[in-house]
């Protein structure tokens, strides 16, 4: 792939989402002559690129055969920081994750252990993978993120994270170009690709040890000019008064609804809880002081996400996170808060439904976006 030509990339794009093409097919979606489409095709034969098979009569009497993507031509390494754990896996051409492992970790420990221990497990993943069919990296993190630095910026919950150049620490050791992205935007895409891809406008709400929002707006990954789109988590409430947020101010939807908030919150009842998923797990033994209490949470959650139906007017909100895991209560609530206090028009079309992607969304939504960057060569939508 590293030798692929502009032309063979136009080549390469005619098989996204198409499993299998002729020549001829490949000549009438890429406008290109014969000799252009046999010559790319040709090359990428050679570099094993797409594999060739026989097919069946065409219209014409002919045997055509066919072209596919070899699935094992090339793969993405990922790395995925949430809050109390850390992924590590690998993906192919296809977007399918191969092999993951994942350890149990504290993002609030700081990157001085945590970020070695990633390395030395992305390593051990890339192992008996030939160096040219390493396309690249994608590092996905439970914060704000600068392409343009390739950091995390004023991460609330990732102190100490932001002096690791993710982009250029991952270039020197593995030679391969990195990207850094949102956990929630990976979210967002995963949903978007994979389950929703006809849904134009959609909001992916992660509720975890923080809350935030990935946006799909048009098809596209909307990040904003900071890459701060969708930190729907600092949101101020007015009904909520005088509650510091970590992120300096007070009030904010995450002061008093997401996992870090409620873990203080809950502690000070008198229960040993440590993360979202200990409250999740009481949710699910059916405690009611626990049940209540992430009821009202959801119902603020959903309080901002009105006002972002109001502003984007999506036709699907996706809720996710080990919070929503715990008790169908977080999504009865937020939908009844948001249909009250949104707009009719903007919840017209409005539907709002928990993932269904399981536990290895944000690493198929990394897998996707490595396609689009290190294979497909195109931006994240
Ligand atoms: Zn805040």
Known sequence: ?????HSERDLIQCFRGRPQLTRAEI?????????????????????????????????????????????????????????TSMSVAISNIKGEVLKSTSTSI??????????????????????????????????????????????????????GWDKINFHQEF????????????DANLLAIAEHRLVYPNEKNLILVKIATGIGSGLILNNQLHRGSNGSAGDIGHIQLDALKGIACRCGHTDCVESF?????????????????????????????????????VTEASSYIGHALADAVNLLNPSKIVITGSLVDGTDLVLATIKESVYQRAGALATKNLQIETSQLGEDAALLGSAQLGLDQFFYKVSAS
């Open 27 to 83: 000549q009438e979606l890429t406008g290109f002559s014969r000799v252009t489409v046999s010559h790319g095709i040709k090359h990428l034969l050679g570099s094993d690129t797409l594999i060739e098979s026989a097919g069946t009569l065409s219209h014409g009497g002919r045997n055509a055969s066919y072209l596919s993507l070899n699935e094992n031509s090339g793969y993405v390494g990922i790395v995925y920081f949430s809050a």
């Open 171 to 182: 270039h020197d050791i593995f030679g391969l170009p990195t990207y850094l992205e949102n």
């Open 106 to 159: 504290s993002i609030e420990d700081g990157p001085d252990q945590i970020f070695p221990q990633s390395i030395a497990l992305l390593k051990e993943s890339f192992k008996g993978i030939n160096k040219s069919k390493r396309l690249g990296v994608i590092i996905g993190v439970p914060g704000p993120v600068s392409h343009e630095l390739g950091k995390v910026v004023s991460p609330p919950i990732m102190r």
């Open 257 to 293: 609804a997401s996992g870090w908030a409620l873990v203080e919150k809950i502690r000070t009842l008198g229960y040993k809880v440590e993360n979202s998923k200990d409250i999740a797990e009481l949710c699910r033994k059916g405690d009611t002081k626990i049940l209540n209490l």
């Open 1 to 5: 792939m590293n030798s692929t030509s």
